[in-house]
């Protein structure tokens, strides 16, 4: 499981969040717990994406490589 930052904020009665790591993963919720799933579940969607796209981008066979940093 890997961890990612969230920079939370509350204004007026919304939470807004973004998430560090990967742009334009934000979102909002009315509670706090709410914007967290929020953002869950806009990070899972993001990385789906990404994944979709890197694999739509190789041509021919392809092998998957785990990278820490």
Do not use: C, F
Not at 21 to 26: A, H, L, Q, S, T
Not at 44 to 53: D, I, K
């Amino acid at each position: 499981m890997n961890n990612y930052t969230a920079v939370v904020q509350q204004t007026d009665r919304w939470w807004i969040g973004w998430v560090e790591e990967i742009p334009g993963v934000n979102s909002q919720g009315e509670t706090r717990e709410e914007l967290l799933e929020n953002l869950r579940s806009a990070l899972h969607e993001a990385l789906e994406m990404n994944r979709q796209e890197a694999r739509a981008a190789v041509e021919g066979d392809y092998v998957e490589e785990k990278i820490a940093v």
